[in-house]
């Protein structure tokens, strides 16, 4: 295992597992200093025992970098992996029929890491394809993408699809849904993208009859593939209360345009809940089970949307993220 992996892996499974977000950092910090060495530079510090010189390189992820770098399975990671890894909740049924996830996070907006180290982490839980979705401009305070930087995202998707090939990044957007229920971004520059999710993140307390009409007008924007957190609640942590709105109005604008309801699996959200899910379900939704990830640990919160859908009866087949890249972009058109 090359010293970077090791150390990636570490923060990958401590992110996972809710640790400090500074020692999750501390590895992934110590994982681009490893991989910004000059060709040989790591194996002369070794043998001089200069490691530990290099900024970002402390005592426990030098001890890593060695270890890796003699062949050895670092014993920090070995403890780790020392339970095996498994699930953070139950779903397993669903969640082995998910190909990829529709709702992801980059350092781009208010992600915490790059666009290749997300896709690393899908490839390595096993996923096909992930859809990039980050935000749009007028979320200022998530670092929102304005047109020109979308622009350029596209290009950088389109340069990793090459390398990281047969997995694929899917183009997409977490594109405001504004007061009105008109969409934060050009509708020319969002059918370009592969996969757009819309999402309430102001005025989450607006009076039910207004809500309701702000969101069958942004699902039923052609441009629009999946509702984002419907409810916008939390549960965790600082909470906050459901937004009003009449869910059989919007679950049936989802059905009649073909827009897919989000099942966040985010541990803080956990949205919709069962009653609103299984009303979807009733009035004949297709749903989403994505984990809204912010960093690559976050990626492998899944299953707590499994274990919801499972509960609430959600078939594989109403699940769009069941589908091979091709087949989710064949049913997106």
């Known amino acids: 295992?090359?010293?970077?992996?090791?150390?990636?892996?570490?923060?990958?499974l401590l992110e996972r597992s809710g640790e400090p977000t500074h020692k999750v950092v501390?590895?992934?910090r110590a994982a681009g200093v490893v991989d910004g060495l000059a060709e040989g530079e790591l194996e002369s510090r070794l043998r001089a025992g200069t490691l530990s010189a290099l900024p970002g390189i402390g005592r426990t992820t030098g001890t890593v970098i060695t270890e890796a770098a003699r062949g050895d399975q670092p014993a920090y990671l070995a403890k780790l992996l020392e339970p095996?890894?498994?699930?953070?909740?139950?779903?397993?049924?669903?969640?082995?029929?998910l190909r990829g996830d529709c709702h992801t996070h980059s350092d781009w907006s208010d992600g915490g890491s790059p666009i290749?180290?997300?896709?690393?982490?899908a490839i390595m839980l096993g996923h096909d394809w992930m859809v990039l979705t980050d935000h749009s401009p007028r979320l200022t305070v998530a670092n929102g993408l304005s047109t020109g930087r979308l622009t350029e995202q596209l290009d950088v998707v389109e340069a990793l699809n090459r390398e990281l090939a047969p997995f694929r990044i899917l183009t997409g957007i977490e594109v405001d849904i504004l007061d009105d229920g008109g969409l934060d971004q050009t509708p020319e520059l969002l059918a370009r993208l592969d996969v757009v999710v819309a999402s309430v993140h102001s005025k989450l307390r607006m009076a039910g009859p207004e809500m309701t009409r702000r969101m069958v007008a942004?699902?039923?924007?052609?441009?629009?593939?999946?509702?984002?957190?419907?409810?916008g609640r939390r549960v965790v942590g600082r909470t906050r209360?459901?937004?009003?709105?009449?869910?059989?109005?919007?679950?049936?604008?989802c059905r009649d345009n073909n827009v897919a309801v989000e099942i966040n699996s985010r541990p803080d959200r956990l949205d919709p809940p069962r009653?609103?899910?299984?009303?979807?379900?009733?009035?004949?939704?297709?749903f989403s089970i994505d984990s809204d990830a912010h960093a690559p640990g976050q990626l492998d919160w899944l299953p707590y949307g499994c274990e919801?859908?499972?509960?609430?009866?959600?078939?594989?087949?109403?699940?769009?993220n069941t589908r091979t890249a091709e087949d989710l972009l064949a049913w997106r058109s």
């Open 1 to 12: 295992m090359k010293p970077s992996r090791a150390l990636r892996q570490i923060a990958f």
């Open 26 to 28: 501390a590895f992934r």
């Open 84 to 97: 095996g890894i498994v699930p953070v909740a139950g779903g397993e049924a669903m969640r082995t029929e």
């Open 116 to 121: 290749r180290e997300m896709a690393e982490a």
């Open 218 to 231: 942004a699902v039923s924007d052609p441009n629009v593939d999946i509702l984002g957190h419907c409810t």
């Open 241 to 253: 209360p459901e937004s009003d709105f009449d869910p059989d109005v919007v679950f049936a604008a």
């Open 275 to 286: 009653r609103l899910l299984t009303r979807a379900l009733e009035l004949g939704c297709v």
């Open 308 to 320: 919801r859908a499972q509960e609430c009866g959600v078939p594989p087949e109403r699940v769009i």
